[in-house]
């Protein structure tokens, strides 16, 4: 039987890394489905924030990688007319959109694609129309989604939500009458890992996070948080800085901290080496703003190393799975105090809470439901 076709447009994707959650729920979408499903990318030629070109492919045409044709689309191409020409120029049977606003990986082929009623088109929302997103910008975000409405642009289009707050937040955005599916992101596909052990003596913390420097990833909470704390404590962040004026905040609340806490940046990490790097560490520690996922919660259970992170994220009641703690962002003193609290935790006490995370991210990888839910997208 004849796989089905699926055209994925994405504006960053691999080799690039530094857009973070979309590359990486594509690429594990794809990774998980490339047997069953015949997927065709059209993406930039250029990672997140970056204007030089990947010089591991060829710009303007198509290039099969791991049995995925890709098509990177150089800046002095990216225009209606390329977009045109390779949504007719290709065969497909489904159409994934990432994001809500991109006007040459959503809207552009929403519009050529209104020709095409027989294909089926699903937008992965990707926490766009999440409260805490809508305010970022609000007036423009207002506008556009008033604007689409009256221009019926979404009309006939399948919604993908990973939650069913999510799910919420498109029929609050966008009403009633758009048909909505739900499916959590699919994990990393990896072969088993071994469970990491982790040498954890008292008085010994290591700190870690891995998210792009700007003000929704609420790096400097996290600093602002570590000048209260009283033990000797280790932070070790990367991701490429996105938000320049917040970049210089978070800089000179490093300078301010006491002489207890060393923080390093350790600049970018390619997608390929973060469970390494998570291995390293002790806990995650992201008080995000706000996640519609959060693939880097996930990988770092996946390596046995729990996480402290803020309440808003899908990932729910830590402490009674014993995976780690989600906290309110009203009382940075709480993240403090347990900040505190585990630079004193024994060795043995840590191996447990290690090993729960690690058997937890073990049995949520291997969730079938969770891969039904997803086949059922396209199908």
């Known amino acids: 039987m004849q796989k089905k076709k699926v055209l994925i447009f994405i504006d960053w994707y691999l080799p690039g890394y530094k857009a973070g959650g979309p590359i990486q ?44 044709n890709i098509f990177y689309i150089s800046q002095k191409n990216l225009s209606h007319k390329t977009i045109k020409g390779i949504i007719r120029k290709t065969e497909f049977d489904t159409v994934y959109l990432n994001g809500i606003y991109s006007l040459y990986f959503t809207l552009l082929p929403l519009v050529f694609l209104r020709k095409k009623h027989n294909k089926r088109v699903v937008i992965a929302a990707r926490g766009m129309l999440a409260e805490s997103a809508l305010g970022v910008k609000k007036t423009k975000k207002a506008f556009f989604l008033r604007a689409v409405k009256v221009l019926n642009l979404f009309d006939k289009v399948i919604f993908h939500a990973t939650n069913e707050i999510e799910k919420k937040d498109i029929r609050k955005s966008l009403g009633e009458k758009y048909e909505v599916r739900t499916a959590a992101n699919l994990p990393q596909k990896t072969t088993v890992l071994e469970f990491p052990k982790r040498e954890k003596g008292k008085n010994v913390l290591r700190l870690v996070n891995i998210a792009r420097i700007a003000p929704e990833k609420n790096l400097l909470y996290a600093l602002q948080v570590l000048k209260s704390v009283t033990q000797n404590v280790e932070f070790d962040f990367y991701g490429p800085v996105y938000n320049q004026e917040y970049w210089n905040q978070c800089k000179s609340a490093m300078d301010a901290l006491p002489q207890n806490v060393r923080v390093i940046y350790k600049g970018s990490v390619e997608s390929d080496k973060v469970l390494d790097v998570l291995s390293a560490y002790h806990f995650l520690f992201m008080p995000t703003q706000g996640e519609n996922f959060g693939h880097i919660i996930l990988q770092s259970l996946m390596t046995g190393c729990p996480v402290i992170i803020s309440d808003q994220t899908p990932w729910k009641n830590l ?23 585990l630079v004193r935790m024994t060795q043995d006490d840590y191996n447990k809470l290690s090993r729960s995370a690690f058997d937890y991210a073990n049995t949520y990888v291997n969730n079938t439901e969770i891969i039904e839910q997803n086949r059922h997208l396209f199908v």
Do not use: M
């Open 25 to 68: 729920s594509v690429a594990n979408l794809v990774q998980h489905f490339k047997d069953e499903f015949d997927f065709s990318i059209i993406t930039r030629d250029t990672d997140y924030c970056e204007t030089t070109p990947y010089t591991s492919v060829k710009s303007d045409q198509w290039n099969q990688i791991n049995g995925v």
């Open 319 to 341: 402490k009674e799975k014993k995976i780690g703690w989600d906290l309110p962002l009203d009382n940075r003193g709480d993240f403090a105090e347990k900040i505190d609290e």
